[in-house]
């Protein structure tokens, strides 16, 4: 057995111990951890999450998702409670990318939209979801030390009523970007710290701040800003006119450690600001106030044995605006594959699949925020020539759609084993309308149980017959859809496809193929 703890003296864990067995320890009950909680019981997998805050915290952190997550959101039949609690569900965002702006407002179909909502009220909901599906969340719970061995993994916990042991199959450090699990299991964690501070507040402005129609303001002693972003030698100030005033930013070169909990004050704002425009901006009544600095990192593997990583535990981004959604999908990715080894179908490696996969994306997702740091630190000419060459091709609607979809996760094609499969395969399967003997539903809502799925769009009696090997791990349906893409499809749990039938592909090369997937995916029939 390999141990690992941080407790110091074990003095107060010693003697006798309760034993709360589960299949999956989830430490942190952040986005990522309570997303994967209710995943985890989709996949019937029972979990318990252990979060060492002993209530919800406050304090502002982000303010919306966006992208591929509001998909899986539909997909799971999730998207309505969301879009309940937002206050506009649904809007194709002007998106700050390194002081530039990606405007998708213009297009029709833009390829990335945002829903604002406090990260407080994202928790709130995946809370109520995972707790409605039956999972066990416990506040006030510290993981303390962890020990596995070939067959389990095990947490020594401080909660209110002492210390305790749990045992389960598997534990997932969802703890965040300073992540104790991931200390704990020694996995390194590589990357740059950048020496600014960002400040971000939405405030009211006094009527001695005028509001210009175009959105810019006029401030006494600064005269006309330009809404977005300003650069000056001090730093950067950037604002948009809000319903209730002004939603702005400072970011400012400086090396001081902020604790996370510590709150950002009015006062530390107005100073920020002072010191990167030179002058007063007169402001009341915070709405929102938080600070963060921004961490260029990823774990080297996601998985060590028994214990994985997900969320900000495995991964630091040096921009907004992905964060939470790239945590979000690493647990459904996750979920699933935790669901066929804990059942005992999974095939060889398949939990290994995770690592390649979310690791895979995790780099798409710091190779456009380290794009955003280049944009954003350069004070030369050299550096303001870079930003003006790439605002003039965000002209160009092709090179904006490209941008949108590398900052949604929208391009993600996971690298899957036969490089000549089907264009499909690795991709997010599109939602189709599909006609039925039933009615008419979509794939969205074939995927609100996170099963995964044989989908016949072109009544292939030959491929469902071997599908039907499988039955017990996989649903299989027939529909039909205008321009199917594929006569059948082979959908995972994570809405993801692992194998697609050419339109008119002879049987003996789809039937192999789709053989090999079902085999590759969901285990020995």
């Known amino acids: 057995m390999r141990v690992v703890d941080d407790r110091g003296s074990d003095e107060g864990l010693r003697g006798e111990r309760q034993v709360l067995d589960t299949e999956v320890i989830i430490v942190g009950a952040g986005p990522a951890g309570l997303m994967l909680a209710g995943e985890l019981r989709l996949a019937g997998v029972r979990s318990l999450v252990l979060e060492r805050h002993p209530q919800p915290r406050d304090t502002p952190k982000a303010s919306g998702i966006g992208g591929r997550i509001l998909h899986l959101l539909r997909y799971r039949g999730m998207l309505d409670r969301f879009e309940a609690a937002s206050s506009d569900p649904d809007i194709a965002p002007r998106f700050p990318f390194g002081t530039l702006e990606l405007d998708f407002t213009q297009l029709a179909d833009p390829p990335m939209r945002a829903m604002p909502l406090p990260q407080r009220e994202i928790e709130r909901l995946l809370d109520e979801r995972a707790s409605e599906l039956g999972a066990d969340i416990r506040r006030g719970h510290e993981v303390v030390g962890v020990s596995q061995d070939d067959a389990t993994v095990t947490a020594d916990v401080r909660g209110p009523d002492g210390p305790y042991r749990v045992t389960a199959r598997y534990l997932v450090g969802c703890d965040g970007g300073r992540s104790r699990i991931r200390d704990l299991a020694g996995i390194p964690f590589p990357g740059t710290t950048y020496p600014e501070v960002n400040r971000l507040a939405q405030v009211t402005v006094p009527d001695s701040v005028t509001v210009l129609d175009n959105g810019d303001i006029d401030v006494p002693g600064l005269g006309r800003i330009h809404a977005g972003f300003t650069r000056t030698d001090r730093g950067v100030f950037a604002f948009a006119v809000a319903d209730r005033g002004l939603s702005l930013m400072t970011t400012e070169n400086e090396s001081t450690e902020y604790d996370d909990d510590e709150p950002l ?159 499909l395969t690795g991709t997010f399967a599109p939602d189709l309308t599909l006609y039925t003997d039933q009615g008419t539903t979509s794939v969205a809502e074939l995927m609100h149980t996170a099963r995964p799925i044989l989908l016949d769009l072109a009544d292939r009696p030959e491929l469902r017959e071997i599908a039907r090997d499988w039955q017990h791990r996989i649903d299989i349906r027939t529909a039909k859809t205008d321009q199917r893409p594929a006569d059948a499809l082979l959908i995972r749990p994570d809405a993801h496809i692992a194998w697609a039938a050419t339109i008119d592909e002879p049987t003996d090369t789809a039937a192999l193929a789709l053989r090999e997937a079902l085999t590759h995916w969901f285990g020995t029939p």
Do not use: C
Request: charged share 25%; net charge neutral; proline share 5%.
């Open 265 to 423: 004050t009015l006062t530390e704002l107005a100073d920020s600001v002072r010191r990167v425009l030179g002058a007063d901006l007169p402001m009341t009544d915070p709405i929102r106030l938080s600070r963060f600095t921004f961490k260029d990192r990823q774990a080297e593997r996601y998985r060590d044995g028994r214990i994985l990583l997900a969320g900000d535990a495995a991964h630091l981004l040096p921009a907004t605006g992905a964060a939470i959604n790239l945590g979000m999908l690493d647990t459904v990715n996750l979920a699933w594959k935790l669901g066929a080894d804990i059942h005992g179908w999974a095939p060889t490696g398949l939990l290994d699949t995770y690592h390649d996969e979310r690791h895979f994306a995790g780099a798409r997702a710091l190779l456009q925020t380290r794009a955003q740091v280049a944009l954003r630190r350069g004070h030369d000419s050299a550096a303001e020539a870079l930003r003006e060459v790439f605002q003039e091709l965000l002209v160009d609607e092709p090179a904006l759609r490209r941008m949108g979809a590398l900052v949604g996760g929208t391009d993600i094609r996971y690298p899957l084993p036969n490089p000549n499969q089907h264009a």
